[in-house]
């Protein structure tokens, strides 16, 4: 069960000493490290809680969750990275997160782009990248991650969820993370686009995307490009999908 003493051997245990917080219950772990950084907290500063009141997702969505029963935390990032490649650290989050899984014995995780955590084709989590941009440099990246632990919430049957305890999953999820975060190598995105493409159940599908100016991408998703955007094969050549909401289609 997690509390600060958890998240402290979490990051200890990934080779990272940082500041920690953890609530009880809280509006959002995303939402109290957003200030937090704004404020001055160095990167891997890490944020948790039992329970949340007003989790968010992607495009303004909610998160649910079951308290006691999912892992959800925030980490402060500072990366030496154009805004441009910033879809790069959820693939590597996501990457990351399927990893942590597999070897708590969840094999079947994968993850569907842009990111979403599968587990037996069902969505058990999801990942929530926000930065704050100045000087087209980042100022911070606060990278937020929510998982369904032993059973989805009430009322979302369609959900899935991952069998692990909190603890073990967080810390093999920031083990793997620190080894692949290293924004400022030249070699970045190629590693974290090989590394995701092995774990993307999107790759090979046929997909539909509404993308951010409401356009509708239909194809096969074929590729990640270097900057994690995917790259779609449609009836009139190919097509980059950066940013929208994506289904698959088989």
């Known amino acids: 069960m997690l509390d600060d003493q958890a998240l402290s051997r979490a990051l200890e245990r990934a080779g990272i000493r940082a500041p920690v917080r953890f609530d009880e219950v809280t509006r959002s772990t995303q939402e ?3 200030g937090m950084a704004s404020d001055g907290a160095p990167e891997w500063t890490l944020v948790s809680a039992r329970h949340q009141t007003a989790g968010r997702g992607r495009l303004g969505r909610t998160w649910q969750d079951e308290p006691g029963r999912a892992l ?8 030496d990275l154009s ?7 959820t693939l590597l989050a996501g990457t990351t997160l399927v990893r942590a899984c597999a070897e708590l014995g969840s094999t079947d995780a994968a993850c569907r782009w842009p990111n979403d955590l599968l587990v037996a084709g069902r969505k058990a989590g999801g990942i929530l990248a926000e930065s704050r ?12 991650v929510g998982v369904n632990l032993g059973a989805p919430p009430p009322g979302l049957p369609e959900a899935g969820a991952v069998e692990a305890e909190d603890e073990a999953l967080l810390t093999g999820f920031l ?6 975060y290293r924004p400022a190598d030249p070699a970045f995105a190629h590693s974290v686009t090989a590394a995701y493409r092995e774990v993307c159940a ?5 997909v539909r995307a509404r993308t951010s100016t409401g356009a509708i991408v239909e194809g096969s998703a074929l590729d990640v490009d270097g900057t ?6 449609t009836a009139t050549g190919t097509a ?11």
């Open 83 to 89: 805004p441009e490649l910033g879809g790069l650290l």
């Open 72 to 79: 959800m935390f925030s980490l402060v990032l500072r990366p």
């Open 175 to 180: 083990r793997a993370f620190a080894e692949g």
């Open 32 to 34: 109290t490290a957003l």
């Open 240 to 250: 980059l999908v950066r940013f929208g909401e994506l289904e698959h289609l088989e």
């Open 133 to 144: 941009v100045a000087g087209g440099r980042f100022e911070h990246v606060v990278l937020g």
């Open 228 to 233: 994690g955007a995917l790259v779609v094969g």
């Open 202 to 206: 999107t790759l090979g599908t046929r």
